[in-house]
């Protein structure tokens, strides 16, 4: 990301105490003229992907040009994920919070000059809210955000992530400077038991509970200890992780400061996937920066504790997700896992004792130490507190990042805050967990989300992907999809998941084509069940969850496939057929000229066919069809 | 200097910007894919070299990773996400029609060094799907279409 901010900034310096902290914020906030308007353009990946980077270079070229006075010349700033996604590219104007959407670079001029002239918001670039009809100028008004609450994401979207004085001017490193001034270590590790945090990244463990038991490592073993960060988030359809580390990396680094502290480690590894280049970059700009200002490193803010973290990229192999593949990847090897009876926190890294949490669960820290643990038990439900970022994804019409208390129920996500299915249908089912996790139907809309209800429910957390799924969407295609990614992704090194999922994946590919029977059902029952009580690590044993939990509310749709041949959704290829109605189709010849295989025929201006035995079921006539002519059976 | 050469002292220069230790094999790996766009066999010998790994580790640690490749890869890198959104937005389309076109499977090489087909698990913007990446650029929303005219330019280049 480039530099935005325009402002005047400090040079560097060693900050050497904590009182020198606060002096550095509050020149900050002083500096800051409240008048400066602010363009703020989202520089998520999801507006990056919808043209982000040219609407900002209209916006400045569009600036330039102005004619406004000097003074109140407006800033452009860009930020990580606004959450949005759907609506983007994202352009936020600060201070006031108007909200503009689907912004292109043709609309700068106007965006610009709307400010120019203090002429009130550009109306066609608002947003419209789908119910009402009416717009709605301010962010904060806007559903999608004000049926959430956004505390792990508070900074990010005001904040430049490659500026450490505006994450400080915002309220970073506070949380830091509470617990070197009036925090013992041992606090410290309370203050997070007794907040109830549980582990982001899947799981659910106490948080609290595993530092407990990293000092008791310590304890027998004594230090080095070692705080890690896993920001290898691999579950695919699941972007929280990255547009935390991308747009509020001192979050990251503060609560691993904070874990240091609290046990005393000297040195911190963050390992980030290999397909998150903006998260390396970021968190790489923010460790140089906080060291550069004495917050990491030897003496952090003169108190004599001294802790470094380095950043170890991951090079694609999804298994270093699980906690001790990490460890054997941070040490140069092929990321297997090995056997959990010995716990990570007596025998991680190195064979030292180690903490490994997530990315999201880092971030929280600084929010339970600032605010306490108690504050933090009050959101959400008695054994999920907190708060717990989502990626809302699939076909649900505000796809995006969402953050609500834990306990909200699942239908409140998806149909309020995620505006339900396009088309206004319900949803078939919603999938949580990733490929460990499992799907919970439309029937069960008003389940909890927290930890334990999904889990009752047969799917689990997982590390925050939602996938929404409409009756568009085969439930055994999705099985499948996910094992054969899992199967992918096998490390190889226990027989369950080397050879368990590929059999698995070869029934699925059967019940796929219309091949299988009753008989095949209980086999994959049973092949399921010995693969999670005989895989080494998590990665195996969760594997089909997937399976099973589609099987259990949707075996219909499994025995529609092996008993009836037939794809109700109409996606499995060997069971679908495509045609064209003759009464819509024109014979403008396009979905011919398209068709790869030449299957299709007819005269101009006259009804084609497809001729069955030829067609692959490539889709593409049916991508190009204009009138809706080619239907799917 | 000849780019056999070149090449020689730009691997001497990854090689020694890390430390002789067996941890840093990964990092030395992926910079020298970076570099190259491979991991050639004498390129793995100096790592193991350096680092005092043994070859049949290092091997192990190259074929293990996704992002390493023993054999050179495309010039270009076409990558369409299967992340479970574009999934469902049925990118598997567009990986075969791209098979068909390329008339290499995902993760070949087209024999003249030009490109390489992959896939990818989500790269974080579901809201564009199916998307596909050429090089470092987003495409979002794509079609099939699109993507003959996106190969189209890429010819034409």
């Not at chain 1, 547009?243 to 609290?262: Q, R, S």
């Not at chain 1, 078939?428 to 990733?434: E, F, L, M, N, P």
């Not at chain 1, 075996?555 to 109700?568: M, N, T, V």
């Amino acid at each position: 990301m480039a530099k935005a901010s325009n402002a005047a900034r400090p040079e560097p310096q060693r900050l050497n105490s904590v009182e020198e902290l606060a002096t550095l914020r509050q020149e900050l906030l002083d500096s800051k003229d409240p008048n400066q308007a602010e363009i703020v353009v989202c520089y998520g990946t999801g507006c990056l992907a919808s043209g982000a980077r040219q609407v900002e270079a209209a916006l400045k070229k569009a600036l330039k040009a102005a004619d406004m006075d000097v003074k109140v010349r407006p800033l452009i700033k860009t930020t990580g994920c606004r959450g949005f996604c759907s609506q983007g590219p994202l352009v936020v104007i600060q201070p006031e919070g108007i909200f503009y959407q689907k912004v292109s670079p043709q609309d700068a001029e106007d965006i610009v000059q709307a400010l120019a002239q203090d002429a009130g918001p550009v109306q066609r670039l608002l947003y419209r809210d789908p119910k009402t009809g009416e717009t709605i100028p301010h962010e904060k008004d806007i559903p999608f955000y004000k049926l959430q609450e956004r505390l792990v994401l508070r900074r990010i979207g005001s904040i430049d992530p490659t500026d450490i004085y505006d994450t400080i001017a915002a309220g970073g490193y506070q949380a830091l400077a509470k617990a070197l001034t009036s925090m013992e270590p041992e606090q410290v590790v309370a203050e997070v038991e007794k907040s109830g945090l549980r582990g982001r990244g899947g799981a659910g463990f106490p948080t609290g509970r595993k530092w407990r038991g990293a000092l008791k490592a310590i304890e027998k073993k004594g230090r080095p200890v070692y705080v890690v960060c896993n920001g290898d988030e691999g579950d695919p359809g699941a972007f929280m992780d990255c547009m935390v580390m991308e747009g509020d990396p001192h979050a990251v680094l503060e609560g691993m400061i904070l874990g240091a502290y609290a046990l005393g480690a000297e040195q911190g590894y963050l390992y980030v996937r290999a397909e998150y280049p903006v998260a390396i970059e970021h968190l790489s700009i923010a460790i140089e920066q906080a060291r550069s200002l004495g917050l990491l490193g030897e003496n952090i803010l003169g108190s004599g504790f001294s802790f470094d973290v380095r950043i170890n990229r991951g090079a694609g192999a999804f298994v270093c997700g699980e906690s001790t593949a990490l460890f054997t990847s941070i040490e140069g090897k092929a990321g297997e896992p090995r056997p959990k009876y010995v716990r990570s926190v007596e025998e991680g890294l190195w064979g030292r004792p180690t903490v490994l949490n997530n990315v999201e669960t880092w971030a929280n820290v600084p929010l339970i130490i600032e605010n306490g643990g108690d504050w933090y038990a009050g959101i959400g439900v008695p054994h999920s507190t907190g708060t717990k970022v989502f990626s809302l994804v699939g076909k649900v019409n505000n796809v995006g990042l969402v953050e609500v208390p834990m306990g909200v129920p699942l239908g409140h996500i998806v149909e309020e805050i995620g505006g339900g299915v396009p088309g206004g249908k319900p949803f078939k089912a919603v999938q949580t967990g990733g490929p460990s996790g499992g799907c919970i139907p439309y029937e069960l809309k008003d389940t909890p989300v927290d930890f334990d209800s999904l889990k009752a429910a047969g799917s689990m957390m997982g590390s925050g992907g939602m996938i929404v799924m409409d009756e568009r969407d085969c439930v055994v295609d999705v099985a499948r999809y996910f094992l054969r990614f899992l199967e992918e992704e096998s490390c190889g090194k226990c027989i369950p998941c080397r050879l368990g999922l590929t059999r698995m994946r070869e029934i699925l590919d059967d019940f796929s084509r219309g091949k299988g029977s009753q008989k095949d059902l209980e086999d994959l029952e049973s092949l399921a069940q010995a693969i999670k009580d005989g895989a080494l690590c998590a990665l195996g044993g969760s594997a089909p969850n997937p399976l099973l939990a589609t099987l259990r509310y949707f075996r219909d749709e499994y025995l529609a496939h092996i008993e009836g041949h037939k794809c109700p959704a109409g996606v499995c290829k060997d069971l679908i057929t495509y045609r064209i109605d003759p009464d819509k189709c024109t014979g403008c010849t396009s979905c011919a000229r398209m068709c790869p295989q030449g299957a299709i025929s007819g005269e101009k201006k006259k009804p084609h066919a497809i001729d069955e035995s030829a067609c692959i079921r490539c889709g593409i006539c049916l991508e190009t069809c204009e009138f809706g002519a080619v239907e799917v059976f | 200097m000849s780019p056999q050469e070149s090449k020689l002292i730009d691997i001497d220069e990854i090689i020694d910007s890390y430390p002789g230790r067996p941890e840093y094999l990964i990092f030395l790996l992926q910079d020298i894919q970076a570099a190259f766009n491979y991991i050639s066999p004498e390129a793995l010998a100096l790592v193991c070299d350096h680092t005092g790994v043994p070859l049949s580790r290092a091997y192990s640690v190259a074929t293990f990773y996704k992002s390493f490749s023993l054999e050179p890869r495309g010039e270009h890198e076409i990558k369409v996400c299967d992340g479970t959104a574009c999934h469902l937005r049925r990118s598997e389309l567009l990986v075969e029609h791209l098979e068909r076109r390329l008339g290499v499977p995902a993760g070949g090489t087209t024999k003249d060094l030009r490109l390489t087909l992959d896939t990818i698990s989500c790269p974080g913007c579901c809201a564009s799907s199916p998307v596909v990446m050429l090089d470092e650029d987003y495409y979002p929303k794509f079609t099939t279409r699109q993507l003959d005219e996106l190969l189209k330019d890429l010819e034409a280049d």
